[in-house]
C-alpha cells in the first residue's frame, strides 16, 4: 500500500485483499473498515456506531477468500460478531452468551476471547476456554457447530481466571485439508494441530533463542486490571498473531519482533525479521493468492518464496 496512504489510517491492525484486488483495511481505533484501491483513495465501509451494521470497540477482523469479512466488538460489554460484504452492507450478525471478559493485555489493547477470529466463509471459530474446549466453531447464523480441543494444564487450575487467560489462543484454518492450529496466545508458548474432525494430531513447543528471555521472566502472579465488567488478572502475551501460507505452513509472529515458520510436520524451518522503516511487530499476517504476505501495522508487502 502506498506510504501516503497507510499513514492516514489511526491504527491500522489488519490488511487483507479483495477479490478484485483492492486492499480492505481494518482500522482499529477508528472504529471502521475501509476499502482502497491501489492507486486510489480510501472509502469507508464499516463506520462506527452501536447499531447493527456498525463497530464499537472492535476486538478482532477477519476476510474469507469471497471477500466478506467478519468484525468482533463489544460495544456495551456482550460480545458480538457481524458479518459485512467487502462492497459494502452487512450480512448478518449474532451475540455471543455472557459478558466480554479480558484475559490477554498487549500494550493498550485488552483481548477478550474475541481477540482473534477464523472466518472461513462458512463457519467463524472463536477461543472460548470458559466452554470447557478451546475452540467454539459458529455458524454464521449463531449457532454452535461444534467445540473441539481439551485445555492445557497451567499449574493455575485454583485460579479459573488466569487458567482461562492462559488458554486463550487464535485457531487457523488450513487452506487445503480442513485441519486447524490453535496457537496459544500466553504463557508457555506451544502450538497444537487438530485435524478436520476436532481429533488432535499433535503439540509442539514454540522454542528458540529469541524467546528465552521471555520464557524465564514468566510471572507466577499477575496483576489485576479494573476493567468496565469487573476487575481481572490481565496475563501479557508470548505470541502477537499467527497464520497459515499456502502450502499449510505456520507463521507465528512473537512478543519480540520475530515469526518463527513450522512445517506441516510441525518442525521449525525458518525464523525472520520483518524489516520496513525498522525492524516490524507483526500484529497481523495475511497471504494472497499470488504469494504475497501483508504484514500489518502498515500494510507491507512482502514476497515469500515456495518451501518445500
Not at 18 to 27: A, H, I, K, Q, R
Not at 258 to 272: E, S
Request: glycine share 10%; net charge negative; proline share 8%.
Amino acid at each position: 500500500m502506498p506510504a501516503h496512504i497507510a499513514g492516514t489510517f489511526n491504527d491500522l491492525a489488519a490488511c487483507h485483499l479483495t477479490p478484485d484486488g483492492e486492499f480492505l483495511v481494518f482500522d482499529r481505533r477508528a472504529h471502521s473498515v475501509y476499502r482502497v484501491p491501489p492507486n486510489g483513495a480510501p472509502k469507508q465501509v464499516v463506520q462506527i456506531g452501536v447499531e447493527p451494521g456498525r463497530i464499537l470497540l472492535p476486538l478482532a477482523f477477519d476476510s474469507a477468500p469471497d471477500g466478506s469479512f467478519v468484525i468482533a466488538d463489544a460495544p456495551t460489554g456482550i460480545e458480538r460478531i457481524q458479518i459485512f460484504y467487502y462492497l459494502g452492507g452487512a450480512l448478518g450478525g449474532f451475540t455471543l452468551p455472557g459478558r466480554s471478559v479480558p484475559q490477554v493485555a498487549l500494550g493498550d489493547l485488552v483481548l477478550s476471547g474475541l481477540g482473534s477470529v477464523e472466518y472461513t466463509g462458512k463457519s467463524i471459530l472463536v477461543s472460548q476456554p470458559a466452554s470447557g474446549a478451546l475452540v467454539t466453531e459458529y455458524a454464521l447464523d449463531g449457532r454452535v457447530l461444534r467445540t473441539f480441543g481439551e485445555l492445557r494444564a497451567t499449574g493455575h487450575e485454583q485460579s479459573p481466571e488466569v487458567h482461562l487467560a492462559l488458554n486463550a489462543g487464535m485457531t487457523i484454518a488450513l487452506p487445503d485439508d480442513g485441519g486447524f492450529y490453535f496457537v496459544f496466545l500466553s504463557g508457555v508458548p506451544v502450538f497444537r494441530k487438530y485435524d478436520a474432525g476436532g481429533t488432535f494430531l499433535f503439540e509442539r513447543h514454540i522454542e528458540g533463542p529469541e524467546l528465552d528471555s521471555h520464557i524465564q521472566s514468566l510471572p507466577s502472579e499477575w496483576p489485576r486490571r479494573r476493567a468496565t465488567t469487573g476487575e481481572f488478572p490481565i496475563v501479557p502475551p508470548s505470541v502477537r498473531t499467527a497464520a497459515v501460507d499456502p502450502d499449510g505452513h505456520l507463521w507465528i509472529s512473537l512478543i519480540t519482533p520475530h515469526t518463527y515458520v513450522y512445517d506441516r510436520a510441525g518442525d521449525k524451518q525458518r525464523t525472520i525479521q520483518f524489516r520496513a522503516a525498522g525492524v516490524l511487530a507483526a500484529s497481523q499476517l495475511y497471504f494472497t493468492r499470488k504469494r504475497q504476505l501483508l504484514v500489518s501495522p502498515g500494510c507491507y508487502t512482502f514476497h515469500t518464496e515456495r518451501q518445500p
